[in-house]
C-alpha cells in the first residue's frame, strides 16, 4: 500500500521536485512572468490557464502519470533496497582511502565551514554527473532508446519530470549513489569526525534554493528567462528549447549552465525569437546541436 501512495508523499517531500512549497512558488512567478510578458495583469485567465483540465489530463501527461507511479514502485520496492542507507556507500569510500591511502586530517576550526564546503562540492559534483549523464543519453543509441521516453512528452507539466524510463530512472539513482558515496566518504575521511552523519545527509540546500527558483516552470509552456544569468544557471526557457523538436542536443544542464558553456551546446533564450512557438516532441528530425555530431536522432 505504501509503495501505491507513495507518489501522493512527493507533495509533502520537499526532496521531490513537486512539493506544494515549490509548487507555489512556481505559480507564483509563472503568474508574474505572464503579466510581464502580456503587460497586464488578468488573473481570471491566469486561472483558467492553470486549472485547464487539457493541459492536465491529454494523451501526454497520461504517460508523465503511468511512468510517475511505475518509477516510484521500482524506487521503494528495489532501488532503496539494493542501495541500502546512502551513508553506508560513503563509510565504505572512507574507509577505503583510510586503508589504501593513509590517514590524512584536516582540522578546521568551524564545522560550519567544513559543511559549508561539502555542500558546495556535493551539489557541483551532482550536477556535473546529471550534465555529462544526460550529454550521453543523447549521444549513445541505446541510451537514447530510454531517453526519447522523456522527449516524447508534447505538452510539458511539472509532472513531466518523472516521465523517465525505469531504467533511466535506475541509472540516475545509481549515479546519484556513486556520487554521494565518493563525496561524502571523502569528507568523511578528510575532515573525521567534524562532519556528521546529520550534516551528511540533512537538506540539500542548494538544491532547495533551485528547486524554489522556479524549477517547476522548466517543464511548462510559461517562457521564463534568466537573462544575462543564463551563462550561469539553466532557465526554464533553455530546458523548453532542450524539449523543442529542432534543438534537442543543445542545454543538457539541470542547474548550472557552465557545464553547457565549456562543452559548446549552451543556446540562450535570446538566440530563439520571443514570437516562435516551441514545439515539443519527436516527430521532426531536428537540427543539429552546437558541438555534437550529426546522427540524425531526434
Ligand atoms: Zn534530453
Ligand atoms: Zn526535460
Not at 507518489?7 to 513537486?18: A, E, H, N, V, W
Not at 569526525?193 to 540539500?204: I, N
Request: glycine residues 8%.
Amino acid at each position: 500500500m505504501d509503495n501505491i501512495t507513495a507518489p501522493l508523499q512527493f507533495f509533502l517531500d520537499p526532496g521531490k521536485r513537486i512539493y506544494w512549497g515549490y509548487a507555489f512558488t512556481a505559480i507564483l512567478i509563472a503568474s508574474l512572468a505572464t503579466t510581464y510578458q502580456q503587460r497586464s495583469f488578468n488573473p481570471g485567465s491566469q486561472l483558467l490557464a492553470l486549472t485547464n483540465p487539457h493541459y492536465w489530463f491529454n494523451r501526454s501527461t497520461l504517460i508523465d502519470y503511468a511512468l510517475m507511479l511505475i518509477n516510484s514502485l521500482i524506487r521503494t520496492s528495489l532501488i532503496i533496497p539494493a542501495l541500502g542507507a546512502r551513508l553506508s556507500g560513503a563509510l565504505i569510500v572512507g574507509a577505503f582511502l583510510q586503508v589504501n591511502v593513509g590517514d590524512v586530517q584536516i582540522v578546521s576550526s568551524s564545522w560550519l565551514f567544513v559543511a559549508i564546503l561539502f555542500s558546495g562540492t556535493l551539489f557541483l559534483a551532482d550536477d556535473a554527473s546529471r550534465f555529462l549523464l544526460h550529454r550521453e543519453m543523447h549521444r549513445w543509441p541505446l541510451l537514447w532508446k530510454m531517453h526519447r521516453v522523456h522527449h516524447s512528452a508534447t505538452i510539458l507539466t511539472p509532472f513531466t519530470v518523472f516521465r523517465v524510463h525505469p531504467i533511466e530512472s535506475v541509472i540516475y539513482s545509481a549515479r546519484g549513489f556513486i556520487v554521494f558515496s565518493l563525496v561524502a566518504g571523502t569528507f568523511i575521511w578528510l575532515f573525521k569526525g567534524q562532519l556528521s552523519a546529520l550534516e551528511v545527509l540533512g537538506v540539500d540546500a542548494l538544491g532547495f534554493i533551485f528547486n524554489m527558483a522556479a524549477a517547476n516552470l522548466r517543464h511548462s509552456h510559461v517562457r521564463l528567462s534568466f537573462g544575462p544569468l543564463e551563462g550561469m544557471f539553466i532557465s526554464p526557457t533553455q530546458h523548453q528549447i532542450h524539449h523543442s523538436i529542432y534543438h534537442q542536443n543543445v542545454n543538457f544542464g539541470s542547474c548550472l549552465s557552465l557545464w553547457d558553456k565549456f562543452s559548446g551546446t549552451l543556446v540562450r533564450s535570446r538566440e530563439i525569437p520571443r514570437d516562435t512557438k516551441l514545439t515539443f516532441g519527436l516527430k521532426q528530425p531536428m537540427k543539429i546541436g552546437r558541438s555534437i555530431g550529426a546522427t540524425g536522432r531526434v
